[in-house]
């Protein structure tokens, strides 16, 4: 399936890691992005190609991937870090694929 | 700092049409391709519609095909989107966004806030 899969919530408490994960076949052929998205202000792009971080993105925040799984960690989550997480592909045939979106919650 | 500003979204009756904006600032607007993505409420991002950087190709979702228009206006730094014969369907968040091509993938590298439509008589 062509599909991307995430769990609806994660949550974990202040200090901990969180890992909001990404399961799909195209996984392994095609590169996944990862969005963070606070409502009422724009998402922004916290991995790109699996494993990259932009400038400004918190060294807590990282990528990973195996196989069908691509993995979004935040170690040592902060309160600042609850909000919408969504991974993103453009599969084989380029049509454009967002997960579900995961919504974090660190309390 | 790149800077997308959405514009234009409202409360709509079904069948009616509305025109969004979006203006960029911080990067040279002609050379990047742009698109529209959409949250319809409590629900995920769901691509509509892109434009090439000079404007000369187009390409939308099926589920907007024949109603939307996506444009441009490099002049003014402006991206908009037509949208007509709107549905509750259409009803959601609109997002401005910038796309990257690298040479082995394809990603959104800024989005805007968002303006919200919502379709209700």
């Known amino acids: 399936s062509d599909e991307l899969t995430q769990p609806p919530s994660v949550s974990v408490s202040p200090g901990q890691s969180a890992r909001i994960t990404c399961s799909g076949d195209a996984l392994p052929k095609k590169y996944v992005h990862w969005y963070q998205y606070k409502s009422g202000q724009a998402p922004v792009l916290v991995i790109y190609e699996d494993t990259k971080r932009p400038s400004g993105i918190p060294q807590r925040i990282s990528g990973s991937i195996s196989g069908t799984l691509a993995t979004l960690t935040i170690s040592g989550a902060q309160v600042e870090d609850e909000a919408d997480y969504y991974c993103y592909l453009t599969d084989t045939n380029g049509n454009h694929r967002f997960g579900g979106g995961t919504k974090l919650t660190v309390l | 700092e790149v800077q997308l500003v959405e514009s234009g979204g409202g409360l709509v009756q079904p069948g009616g049409s509305l025109r969004l904006s979006c203006a960029g600032s911080?990067?040279?607007?002609?050379?990047?391709?742009m698109d529209w993505v959409r949250q319809p409420p409590g629900k995920g991002l769901v691509w509509v519609s892109r434009?090439?950087?000079?404007?000369?190709?187009?390409r939308y979702a099926d589920s907007v095909k024949g109603r939307f228009t996506i444009s441009r206006d490099n002049a003014k730094n402006t991206l908009y989107l037509q949208i007509n014969n709107l549905t509750a369907e259409d009803t959601a968040r609109y997002f401005c966004?910038?796309?990257?091509?690298?040479?082995?993938?394809?990603?959104?590298?800024?989005w805007g806030q968002g303006t919200l439509v919502t379709v209700s008589s």
């Open positions: 966004v910038r796309g990257v091509r690298t040479g082995m993938t394809f990603y959104f590298d800024h």
């Open positions: 911080g990067f040279t607007f002609s050379s990047f391709r």
């Open positions: 434009i090439n950087g000079d404007g000369s190709s187009t």
